[in-house]
């Protein structure tokens, strides 16, 4: 469980990274999804951490 939670971090963290270097150059459909994913990402994150504890 823990190991997963931390691979969805970090592919939530580098969503956002790349999320808003596309926000930045005016690429709207890829940064619409990175964004998405990186909600996503967060949702699950915050779920499991509920279960864990």
Same mark, same amino acid.
């Given at each position: 469980?823990? $190991?997963?939670?931390?691979? &969805?971090?970090? +592919?939530?963290?580098?969503?956002?990274?790349?999320?808003? /270097?596309?926000? $930045?150059?005016?690429?709207? &459909?890829?940064? +619409?999804i990175a964004t998405a994913i990186t909600?996503?990402? /967060?949702?699950?994150?915050?779920?499991?951490?509920?279960?864990?504890?």
């Open positions: 469980m823990e $190991i997963g939670l931390m691979l &969805i971090a970090s +592919i939530m963290v580098f969503s956002a990274l790349f999320g808003v /270097g596309f926000w $930045i150059y005016g690429e709207t &459909i890829p940064a +619409i909600i996503a990402g /967060g949702v699950l994150v915050y779920k499991g951490w509920k279960k864990m504890r």
